[in-house]
């Protein structure tokens, strides 16, 4: 690691003094990381453009997929996707600009239990009867909280976050090359509309001891400015805000939300949906594979 530490130093030396560009150093950087990784996932990958991100496929410890469906204008719109990889687990896609998409991954392995039976059998009624409870916790807890938040002056709810989330639907759908079992939970937070998919995708082993799967996570956030800049401006130009970068983070917000931009937006928010991110996420639900392999 110390090494490449080194390399990744030498070489960004050499390419700023060469007189590259900051594009071609992000492309030179993205070349090394995936060099370096040599089987493993680099670290980050910026793509360059749509045929790359296409023909990409994510090899993790645990499992394969290929990449959502990207298009030239992405790059045009949105300063194209990047990825970042944590460890063997955790991966992470994203646009650069105004974060309409975003796509998570996680692997896991796991002892056969009662819920993962439930599964194997197809009982839908069985999980949906568990996450209507926790909602009625989650209900019972931020109520309770609020009691105490107005008793004690305090500006925050902190149960506030997992109360506002709406369960649309929990279902079992199968994908992947092996037509896995996946338990697809669909929410919705009703104060800022972000809609988030997952889809927990399971494969057993023969003797039904033990559980690999991957969660496949889709964050849809709607890229229109107008409605989130009016309190963004207010709380960052805030004149009791002891922020040591106060009026710089002012500046900053007034210029993200200038006419242009929310115009901008506004038309974004229209190509950018959340069926469309579904639809171009597709190809990963298609293309993934779960590993053998039964050993942490």
């Known amino acids: 690691m110390r090494k490449y530490f080194f390399r990744y130093i030498t070489i960004f030396i050499l390419l700023i003094f060469t007189g590259c560009s900051s594009q071609q150093i992000v492309d030179s950087y993205t070349d090394l990381s995936i060099k ?17 991100m296409n023909q990409y496929q994510f090899d993790g410890k645990n499992f394969t997929v290929l990449m959502p469906l990207a298009e030239q204008e992405d790059w045009k719109n949105m300063e194209g996707w990047h990825a970042g990889f944590h460890g063997e687990n955790l991966s992470t896609l994203y646009f650069y600009k105004y974060g309409a998409y975003h ?13 993962d039976k439930e599964l194997a059998n197809g009982n839908e009624e069985f999980f949906k009867k568990k996450e ?9 807890a931020y109520l309770r909280e609020e009691k105490q938040r107005i008793k004690y002056k305090r500006d925050f709810n902190r149960r506030a976050g997992n109360y506002e989330i709406l369960a649309v639907s929990k279902h079992i759908e199968h994908h992947g090359k092996e037509n896995y079992q996946c338990l697809v939970n669909e929410t919705v937070r009703q104060y800022t509309n972000a809609k988030n998919k997952y889809y927990s ?24 400015l107008k409605e989130t800049c009016p309190s963004w401006i207010k709380k960052q130009c805030d004149p009791e805000s002891k922020a040591f970068n106060a009026e710089k983070l002012c500046e900053q917000a007034k210029q993200t939300c ?4 929310i115009k901008k937006t506004e038309q974004l928010s229209k190509e950018y949906t959340y069926e469309d991110l579904q639809n171009r996420a597709k190809r990963v639900l298609d293309s993934l594979y779960i590993k053998d392999g039964w050993e942490k």
């Open 103 to 115: 796509i998570e991954f996680y692997s896991f392995l796991h002892k056969w239990t009662d819920k």
């Open 201 to 224: 995708c399971y494969k057993f082993n023969s003797e039904r001891t033990k559980v690999k799967g991957v969660e496949i996570k889709l964050i849809y956030t709607n890229p229109s």
């Open 258 to 261: 200038s006419e242009e931009n």
């Open 132 to 140: 209507d409870a926790y909602f009625q916790r989650e209900k019972a």
């Open 36 to 52: 370096l990784a040599g089987n493993r996932p680099p670290a980050f990958v910026q793509f360059k453009d749509a045929d790359e």
